[in-house]
């Protein structure tokens, strides 16, 4: 990640408010996107939407794995990862947020600046 990408974690925090697990999904989505920015370096490509997030978890070629595993968001719901040419990273990486449910306002979506939610609902800001 470039410089600034080190400011993310302060700014998840500032930006989600202090909802416990809206803050520990934005911590989590920052480390994915640590990973998932690393697998592109080495493979000189993101992971396709079948491969998903799980391929960050195998050891290829002889290197480390990158995670130990990808858990799922702080509601017990699994990451939606796809890819995205409009996002200045190339793939979207979402939490379904408390509701659970992808697609509408509570999500928390990164797309490269930081996690965001689209209003401050149920504690996510």
Not at 37 to 45: A, I, L, N
Not at 83 to 101: C, F, K, N
Not at 113 to 120: G, L, M, N, Q
Request: hydrophobic share 35%; with cysteine.
């Amino acid at each position: 990640m470039t410089r600034k990408s080190f400011l993310l974690i302060p700014m998840a925090v500032l930006l989600l408010g202090h909802s416990d697990k809206c803050t520990g999904t934005a911590f989590y989505m920052v480390s994915v996107s640590q990973a998932l920015e690393t697998y592109q370096r080495r493979h000189d490509r993101l992971p396709t939407e079948q491969e998903s997030l799980e391929v960050l978890t195998s050891s290829t070629s002889g290197r480390p794995r990158l995670m130990p595993n990808v858990r799922a968001d702080s509601w017990d719901t699994r990451f939606i990862y796809r890819l995205d040419l409009t996002s200045p990273v190339g793939y979207e990486l979402r939490s379904a947020g408390p509701d659970r449910i992808a697609g509408n306002q509570d999500d928390l979506v990164f797309r490269g600046e930081r996690p965001i939610c689209s209003t401050p609902i149920f504690g996510c800001q």
